[in-house]
C-alpha cells in the first residue's frame, strides 16, 4: 500500500488552489505517519472499532472541513473534503470511511440547521469533542426512504422516537444521531412525511447494539441504532416537520456520493500501485513480469480507468464548489469510481494468481473494501435510474442547484496561498 506523500498529478491542476496542495501534503503526511502503521492492526483485529485515529484526524479538525470558520471549521470546501477522504483512503479505506461518515451529518447541518443549531453542533465537531452519524437505512425497508417505519410522535414539547436504523456508519463512534424519522400518518406523501432529529447517543431509550465486523472496513463500525421511545426536545428537530426527505437526499447527494468517490479512488490508487510494484518485482524469462505484452495490456486498462475515475471525482466537486448545477455529475462520479474501481481490483487479483489468495496480502483487503463503495448513498441501479432521468431531462430537485449559496461560500480563491 503506497503511504509515501505524492504530488497531486497535472490533471488535477485546474481544480486544485494552493490551500489544496498543502492539504494534499498534509494529509499524505499524516497517511504515512498515523495510519499506515496502524493499518496492519486494523486489518488484523476486525472486532475492534477504531478510536485513535479518528482522534488524531478531529484534531486537525477534518471533520469540520467543509464548516466555516465562524463555527470552527476549515471552511476549506468539497474540493479540500475529496483531498482528504482520497488521500486517507489509499492507505486505509476504513480510516477514511471514518471521515466521511461524519462529513454526510455534518452536511445536513450546514444546510438545513437554524443558526442556533449551527452555534449548538457544528464547534463541537470541529473542536473534536463530538462525532456524528446520520440515520437512515432499516432493517426491513434498507435504503428505500419511503419506506422508513421509525416512528416519532408528538407529545407536548417533546418528540417520542421508536423505531431501528442499520449499517449506520460511526455507530459507535458518534455521540449524536441524525435520525429520519416519519412524522405524518398513512397515505401522506412521502415528501412531507419524514422529518430530521438529533439524537444524542447518551438519550433514555437509545441502544448500540454490539459491534459486528463486516466483509471489509476492519476498525470501522457501520451498526444498529434501536430507538425505544426516545425523547427528544422540540429544538432538536433539524429543518422544517416534513423536511426529512429533502435532508436526507440532499445529504446522500452533495456529501455522501462524492465522498464514496473518493474512497473508490484512493482504494483504486492503491490497487494499481501495488500491482504494478508486484509485476516489476517478479521475475520472468530474462526479464521481470511487467516486460509481458500480455500484462501491461491489463496494467493499461487499469490506468486508464483510475485516470479517469480521477477527473470525475474531482471536477464534480469542483463544480459544487462554485455552486453550479453538478446532481448528476456527483452521481456519476459515484457510479463510475466504484465500477471502474472494482474491475481493477478484479483484474489485479488475476494478475497477482496464488500470491493474491494469500491472507496478510494487501489485495485482499482492497478487495473487501471496495465492496463497501456500491451500496452507501444508493446503488449503481439507483444511480443508472437518475442519469437516466438527466438523459430524458426528467432530473429531479436539483440539490447543488437550491443549495448553491451555501455551495459557493466555499469557492477557491485563485490568489490565495
Partial sequence: ?????????????????ARHELLWDEADAFAAEHIAPRAARMEAAPGRVERKVADLMAARRWFAVTVPSSFGGLGAGHVAKTILVHRIARVSAAAAAILQATLIPVGALLHFATYEQKGRWLPRVADGSLLLSIAVTEPRTGGHIGGIETIAEHVGNQWVITGSKIHIGNSHLAGAHLVIARTAKAGVSTSQALTAFMVESKRRGLSVAD?????????????????????????????????????????????????????????????????T?????????RGALSDLPVLRDRIGDMEARLRAGRILAYQSVHLLDQGLPCDTDLINAKYLGHQWAMQSTQDAMELHGAHALNGDYILQRLWRDIQFTYPPAGTGEVQRIRLADAAFDEAHIQWSERLAAEAAWARPDPTAA
Fill in 1 to 17: 500500500m503506497p503511504a509515501t506523500p505524492t504530488t497531486p498529478p497535472p490533471a488535477l491542476r485546474p481544480y486544485l488552489t
Fill in 277 to 285: 510494484a508486484y509485476l516489476k518485482a517478479r521475475s520472468r524469462y
Fill in 211 to 275: 459491534h459486528r465486523p463486516g466483509l471489509g472496513l476492519h476498525g470501522f463500525s457501520a451498526g444498529r441504532l434501536d430507538l425505544d421511545h426516545v425523547r427528544v426536545p422540540e429544538e432538536n428537530v433539524v429543518g422544517e416537520i416534513g423536511q426529512g426527505l429533502g435532508v436526507a437526499q440532499s445529504s446522500s447527494i452533495l456529501y455522501g456520493r462524492p465522498n464514496l468517490a473518493a474512497v473508490s479512488l484512493g482504494i483504486h490508487e492503491a490497487v494499481v500501485a501495488a500491482s
